[in-house]
Structures are given as C-alpha cells and as structure tokens.
DNA sequence: TTTAATGCAAACTGTTTGCAGCTCT
DNA sequence: AGAGCTGCAAACAGTTTGCATTAAA
C-alpha cells in the first residue's frame, strides 16, 4: 500500500480523489511547485479541483508529513517528502529537485554549535543549491531552454 | 563607519532616517521579525514610517546583503545579516536568533552530496532550531515567560 | 447513513505600486 | 537643484473561511 495512503488512513482522514490528483501531481514533475501550479496541474485529471482544496489539502499533507515546504525564490513551495529525512538539492537552472541524505555528517556541525552556544539543538534545515548533471551538459554544448 | 551605511553609499543609495530607524528595529530585537514588527519597532524612533517604506527597506536590504530572510514558524522573517557566511540559530521558546559559522564543517556534507548526485553545489541555507540557555534554564525552573 | 471533504465565492492578510511631496547629497 | 526616497492610499496576489452539497467509510 502507498505510505501516504497509509498515513491519511491512520490518522482518521478520508481518501479522496481530489487528494490522490494533488499527490499525483507533486510527483509529476520534479519541481517543487506553488499551490496554483499544483491546481494546474492536478486539473488535469480531476478538472474541478478547487483551489481552496489544493491549500486545504497541502496544509493537511504537510502536518501529517507527506509533502515538505521548500523555500524556493523567497516563496515557499510543496515538494513530496519521502520517508525519513531528507534534504532537498534544487537546481537553480532548471528547478529539479533531487534529495539527498545528510543527517549523519551535519551531526559534527551540530555538536560544534551545541558546543559554542549552549544550546540545545534540536530541529535543523539544510537545503542546497546548484547545477544538475543535464544543465552541466546543456551549458557545456550552450543550450538554453528550460524544461519541467 | 558602520558597514551597512559603506554599503548603502558604495551602492548609490542614500542613508536616510527611515533606514537608519529599520536597521536600528532589526537590531535592538534579537528575534527574526515581520515587516509588521518591524514597523511598529522602528515607530518608536521614527513615528510617521510608512508600511511601504518598511517592505522597499527590507528588499533593498536583503539585496545588498545587510538583512537575511530566515523560514521561521511558515512564514518568511527579517533578521540582520553579520558580514561572512553566518548561520541562523533560533530559539524555538523564545525566538531569540543568534548566527553560527558552520561552512568548514557542511564541505564535507557537500562533496558526499556531489559525488553521489553529480550537481555542482553552489548554494547553501542552513538553519539549525533549539532551546537557547536562558530557556533552559526557564524550564528547569518551570517559568515559562515569553519575552522580546 | 453519517460525517468528513469539497467547490464556490466572499472575506481577509500580506505585499506591491502610482504619485505628489519631501530630503538627502 | 536634482535624483532618489517617502508616505499615503489604492491595487493586487495569495491564502483562508462559511456554507450548501457531495462522496468516502
């Protein structure tokens, strides 16, 4: 059984075809994407989505932890979360983005500040930027077009 | 001379009261804020500020580098950028930020992140939330006071 | 059958913009 | 003196909410 389904069903929330239409299109495509994309794009398998649905819906997958906010161009965006914790690597050309694993090397970083500050710390967020080996090729043969 | 004011002028802009009185609120807080606080802070000083002249501020600044956006409860807040690459660090009782210096430790975060994903990284964000001493302290005393 | 979830539209907040007057340099 | 900056108010965009209806369990 797909985990988000699980998830929603655990804690008591319907499954529903405007739910499975949002899931859907966040996975579509690699970008984290605005709420106004996600009823784009969503629309097109379940036409009349709203879109008070489509906050209402990712307000609610991210509480439960099946989406995760990315901020991204000074706005924040949707992204699926997968399980465990992850750390999102966009591309700053095209906007894929990629997770990566980071947890156990930013542990020295953390220990260092507890250290030097004497905080506790508890919650952290790291994301990176860079270039994506299909950008690096496209600026190596100097094409230029944006994909999703 | 202060660095901001070198920044301003190096820039072609102008070193007016109204500025003076935001970077002053963004300073005497050592919480993130809203444009919103950020008025009512820099009021005090200078009474007729306009919300306007808050938001301009605050982009002019995030631009030229003397203020820093940090993702803080959703939304999007102000705090002042020390010059160099700091860290934010955010009390989550409190809110009190204080920055780190962490960019030799997350190298090697980095090269594993390249390696494995073939991005050339360029960009990093990393914020670090936890209980600073003084609310430490406020526990285990069981206060529980939210102060500015 | 029961209650959560939805779609629509209206309300609301946060942010940007146009413009006449002001102020830094 | 002149360009940049400001305050105000209006415009705008993004997000939330109320309510009658629909659909999942």
Not at 104 to 118: A, C, F, P, R, S
Request: with cysteine; net charge negative; aromatic share 6%.
């Amino acid at each position: 059984m797909n985990t988000w389904k699980k998830i929603l069903a655990d804690s008591g929330k319907r499954i529903t075809r405007p739910r499975q239409a949002i899931i859907d299109a966040l996975r579509c495509c690699d970008k984290p994407q605005s709420p106004e994309q996600v009823l784009e794009t969503a629309r097109q398998s379940y036409p009349n989505l709203g879109l008070a649905t489509v906050y209402r819906t990712l307000n609610l997958f991210a509480e439960i932890g099946v989406v995760r906010l990315i901020q991204y161009d000074g706005t924040i965006r949707y992204a699926p979360a997968t399980l465990g914790h992850l750390h999102p690597l966009i591309c700053i050309e095209c906007g894929k983005t990629v997770e990566f694993h980071g947890d156990d090397d930013i542990v020295d970083v953390i220990n260092q500040v507890e250290k030097d500050t004497g905080f506790i710390v508890s919650e952290h967020l790291l994301q990176l930027g860079g270039i994506c080996p299909e950008c690096q090729s496209k600026q190596a043969e100097n094409g230029k077009s944006h994909g999703c």
